[in-house]
């Protein structure tokens, strides 16, 4: 994803739409292997299928655009959508970085990383997730997004919807937490990469180059 991510950049592309249903295997040949974590009795329950073959290709540039200026219309599948963007702080090639952010957390984990379909709820969840939003976006929020900031602090969880609405947003670990429980090898390495996916300033966050010189991509299965 990251170095797919970098042809798209270095031609001015903003993909604005990258999510798992847009990333596919180039092949699809699998071996079966042990899986020691299945609880299922049923049979073949006990083996997972693992890809041969780590190639992909992004698909979908239906919603890609150029570089342009102070975009500042929705863009990127809920799920997968930067803090820039909800805020109406317009967005750039940042906005893909934290999409690859959030879809790398879902492929350790099995699930997204952030299941809301209501924007307060969403950023109360990034916080929950990641800490505090910086005083100095929630200073510069559009209009329309407003009503999710008082007294320069997220209004959350004063203006949560419901109660289901803060039991959403408790149940979530930090990210570092959520990382150790899921992957054995290399947590630390992981962990460090997502922190610099997931910034929540875009100026801050790291660009496709700079995350494909992580030392996670360094390590020795990498260089094979």
Known sequence: MTKEAIVMHDLRMIHTDLKPENILL???????VPDYKSTS???????KRVPKSSAIKVIDFGSTTYEREDQNYIVST??????????????SYPCDIWSVGCILVELCTGEAL?????????LAMMERVLGPLPLHMLKRVDRHAEKYVRRGRLHW??????RDSIKAVMKLPRLQN?????????????????????????S?????????????????????
């Open 178 to 202: 959520l990382i150790m429980h899921h992957v054995d090898h290399s947590a630390g390495d992981v962990i460090h990469l997502l922190q610099g996916l997931l910034r929540f300033d875009p």
């Open 41 to 47: 009795r049923s049979p073949g329950s006990y083996f």
């Open 157 to 162: 969880p004063d203006g949560a919807t419901s």
């Open 204 to 224: 801050e966050r790291l660009t496709a180059k700079e995350a494909l010189r992580h030392s996670f991509f360094m390590r020795d299965h990498f260089r094979r």
């Open 114 to 122: 952030f299941q809301t379909h209501e924007n307060l709820e969403h």
């Open 78 to 91: 809920r799920h997968y959508r930067a803090p820039e963007v909800i805020l109406g702080l317009g967005w």
């Open 26 to 32: 180039l092949s699809p040949e699998y071996v079966k």
